[in-house]
């Protein structure tokens, strides 16, 4: 369950090293984008309870920098000093009205709210007052109370806002500090260590210096996001759904401070439900509504958008080879993935906690190579190091991949991945590596493709796109993170078919692309069989099967018992047509496969190249009076014979896509050996 592993993640989370700093910064928005600009103008109200008085002062939390000659200023907030004021940007609604639960005075200002600071009272009764009546740190003060301090506050504001330039599109932050509240504090000095976050200087106690107590920031946003979670819904004394146990209180999981779960969605809720009974559903406790909380927002920094070449390696037709030349780039719809580690027991979140913020560091930080490389697995550009303390076979990855725009709650969940085992996806990283490094270089040189660059054999996600096709790309991922059987029968037919389509159009570069990738793949599944099944392979390597095959196709020491499967004698039957057709360009100037076998644009079939190919070289040969070559008529015989076990057998039928792709790699691999008498034709062929 994806809110499960949510709540995995941020128990690692509170478990692990992070401060109040870095915990506050994760679950605001105070490094988001939309956030930066309204640091440039942060009022810091400064309440007296003594006399009543306020002080305001305005300062940008940042500088401006100008990122070239001649250009305008940018400007860029202090991500350090930022997170002294927690704000959290609207996820929806009309953003000048008070939104959810405020921890504490520390609001966001649009510039609408800069006009209505011409009049205080407006201000005071549009803005303050609704935000301060939906504040966590004055619940318990009275109306009255909350009315007048909205006033004082109100026209401290407007006479400030007055002394100062109005610009095209102001934009603001108004943190109001009431030293009434725990969570502000006076100091002799500026004090950044521990818990204690610097706001600013005091100017109604000069000397003295204004800080955000972190800790019970944290607390007041915690209790916030609870209490927003409670409008939906809220039980005393009831069993939560996360933890099988009695709570004092618990809350519906659907909630606004996390769209994935948005109550505007309605298809989770019953009819019968009232719109604070949303609790009859699921149901989660304090305690882990704050690990859900804190998992969901890292989350959002763990997870990134699949590139464009992965995109169109995915999502590419994989039975047409022109479609998938030329893909349209853009109708590709955006996909994100972010991955999670969660522990196989109930404890070990400080260890989980370490493999997860490792993602988050760079290979220069880490100080070591990362063990596992998610981009290659699951093309997700992040790395995770695991815990030389513990066992990471202790712990599962989870795998998330969606579509849609977060922000507004239209997610679309593609893949959910769950219980991958580390070792497991650590071997799947090394394959995919040594395949890219070893194997795709061979077989490129092989069929003189070396390098060409292509994203097929980029990572898991794009080797299954181009074998499966779009629609099992999720579902070859999800078996191959799991150690279950993959099988090869799709990318066989659609390479045979594909080959056949090229063949027509003459494109021998675009045949050898595609078997190039076939011979890849068939590798890629023999070493997942022999590393992550314990399998061997179906055989030896096939390219050294097919030298071993061509060297005694051309010293003549070719037997009938060499040819003991339909792909042998496909590929030998190839090496036979393309020396049979040599010698017939030589002769006729004409290509033998165009014009004898694949007339009026059938399709070829084994039934085809034995009927129409095979069994015609002698009598052509005959009519047109000229040698096949060399070793031609002791191979010629062995294929015959060969092709009469393939008929009792039912090759040609039951393993109709294997011979065809292996006679098009023999067809295409033939080379006319030196001492071969007749080279006539051979270079215009």
């Known amino acids: 369950m994806l809110t499960e592993s949510l709540i995995h993640v941020g128990r690692a989370v509170l478990a692990g090293s992070w401060t109040s700093r870095q915990k506050l910064a994760l679950l605001t928005d105070v490094h988001a984008d939309n956030t930066k600009n309204f640091f440039q103008n942060v009022f810091i109200a400064e309440y007296s309870p003594s006399d009543g008085r306020v002080a305001v002062s305005c300062k940008p939390v940042g500088n401006y920098a100008s990122e070239g000659r001649g250009k305008k200023k940018e400007f860029h907030v202090d991500t350090r000093a930022v997170v002294a004021f927690p704000v959290v940007y609207p996820s929806g609604g009309n953003p000048l009205l008070a939104q959810g639960i405020y921890p504490f005075p520390c609001y966001l200002m649009f510039d609408r709210h800069f006009q209505w600071l011409g009049d205080p009272l407006e201000f005071a009764n549009s803005f303050l007052l609704p935000r301060l009546r939906s504040t966590v740190s004055y619940r318990s003060a009275s109306e009255h109370e ?16 007055a002394r100062k330039p109005s610009g095209d599109k102001r934009l603001g932050i108004l943190m109001i500090f009431d030293p009434r509240l725990d969570v502000f504090a006076y100091g002799g000095r500026r004090d950044e260590t521990g818990e204690h976050l610097w706001i600013g200087e005091s100017m109604l106690e000069p000397g003295k210096h204004l800080h955000l107590k972190g800790d019970i920031a944290l607390q007041l946003v915690s209790e916030a996001r609870f209490l927003e979670a409670s409008e939906l819904g809220r039980e005393k004394h009831a069993i939560s759904t996360f933890t099988n146990r009695k709570s004092d209180e618990v809350v519906a999981v659907y909630n606004r401070s996390w769209l994935w779960l948005s109550p505007t969605w309605d298809l989770p809720k019953s009819i019968y439900w009232k719109d604070n009974e949303w609790t009859k559903g699921v149901k989660i406790d304090r305690k882990s509504y704050e690990a859900f909380l804190n998992g969901a927002q890292l989350i959002k920094q763990l997870t990134r958008p699949l590139s464009n070449a992965v995109l169109k390696e995915i999502f590419s037709p994989i039975t047409n080879a022109e479609a998938r030349s030329r893909p349209d780039k853009g109708n590709f719809e955006r996909i994100y993935g972010a991955p999670m580690i969660v522990p196989l027991l109930d404890r070990g979140y400080e260890i989980s906690f ?9 290979q220069e930080v880490r100080g070591r190579p990362a063990d596992l490389h998610l981009s290659t697995i699951g093309g997700i550009e992040l790395d995770i190091e695991f815990p030389e303390s513990a066992d990471p076979d202790e712990f599962r990855l989870v795998l998330l991949y969606y579509s849609g725009e977060l922000s507004r709650g239209d997610v679309h969940i593609r893949a959910l991945i769950e219980d991958v085992i580390p070792s497991v996806a ?21 069929f003189e493709a070396s390098g060409e660059i292509s994203y097929r054999y980029e990572n898991l996600l794009t080797l299954f796109g181009n074998a499966y096709g779009p629609g099992y790309v999720w579902s070859a991922l999800r078996d191959a993170l799991h150690g279950r059987q993959l099988y090869a029968d799709r990318i066989v037919r659609a390479t045979a078919a594909k080959l056949t389509e090229l063949a027509k159009k003459e494109d021998t570069w675009g045949m050898k692309k595609e078997l190039t990738f076939l011979v890849i793949f068939l590798s890629f599944l023999d070493m997942y069989n022999e590393s992550i099944r314990n399998e061997t392979g179906k055989g030896e390597d096939l390219l050294s099967q097919w030298d071993e095959l061509m060297r005694k196709y051309h010293d003549g020491e070719l037997r009938e018992e060499d040819l003991d499967s339909p792909e042998k004698l496909g590929f030998v039957t190839g090496l036979l047509m393309r020396q049979f057709h040599n010698a017939f360009w030589a002769k006729t100037e004409k290509d033998f496969l165009k014009s004898r076998v694949l007339q009026f644009g059938n399709k070829l079939t084994p039934d085809m190249i034995w009927k129409d190919g095979v069994l015609r070289c002698k009598e052509l040969a005959i009519k047109w009076s000229f040698n096949p070559g060399k070793m031609f008529d002791p191979n010629y015989a062995v294929v015959c014979l060969a092709f009469d076990r393939a008929r009792q057998e039912n090759w040609l039928t039951e393993k109709f896509y294997e011979f065809l792709n292996m006679f098009w790699a023999g067809y295409l691999l ?16």
């Open 146 to 161: 909350r009315v007048q301090f909205a006033a004082i506050v109100s026209q401290a504001m407007s006479a400030e806002v």
């Open 354 to 362: 370490n493999m997860i913020e490792s993602m988050l560091r760079e």
């Open 426 to 446: 650590r071997k799947l990283d090394l394959i995919v590596r040594e395949l890219k490094d070893a194997v795709v270089p061979e077989v490129q040189s092989k």
């Open 670 to 685: 033939y080379k006319n050996p030196k001492k071969e008498e007749s080279t006539k034709g051979e270079e215009s062929a």
